[in-house]
């Protein structure tokens, strides 16, 4: 099992940048895919992104396709998501999730406490 603790959130104009960050506790970061998720206030936690253990294999949400990056260092039990050109409909809590692929989706075994992003128009 693994834990995990994110970081990184904040207020952001549109048009702007930031970066998330999820630290892993835990020597097994590494053979755990791991995936971004999103849940903006009266909607259903949605799929962001995921990466593979190694960091070759990437996906993203049509939506967020293009402008976000997701990433991660083994060496250093973390993993990133890179957002820019960010819009007001990315306003969202955002967790990180350490899980396995399924299919075209990602299913999470362990979940982070998330962290708030607000971009204001």
């Known amino acids: 099992q693994v834990q995990l603790v994110e970081s990184g959130g904040g207020l952001v104009q549109a048009g702007g940048s930031l970066r998330l960050s999820c630290a892993a506790s835990?020597?097994?970061?590494?053979?755990?895919?791991m995936g971004w998720f999103r849940q903006a206030p009266g909607k259903e936690r949605e799929f962001v992104a995921r990466?593979?253990?190694?960091?070759?294999?990437?996906n993203y949400a049509d939506s967020v396709k293009g402008r976000f990056t997701i990433s991660r260092d083994n060496a250093k039990n973390t993993v990133y998501l890179q957002m820019n050109s960010l819009k007001p409909d990315d306003t969202a809590v955002y967790y990180c999730?350490?899980?396995?692929?399924?299919?075209?989706?990602?299913?999470?075994?362990?979940w982070g406490q998330g962290t708030q992003v607000t971009v204001s128009s």
């Open positions: 999730a350490a899980g396995e692929y399924s299919g075209s989706g990602f299913i999470g075994r362990n």
């Open positions: 990466i593979n253990w190694s960091g070759v294999n990437t």
């Open positions: 835990g020597r097994t970061f590494s053979i755990y895919a």
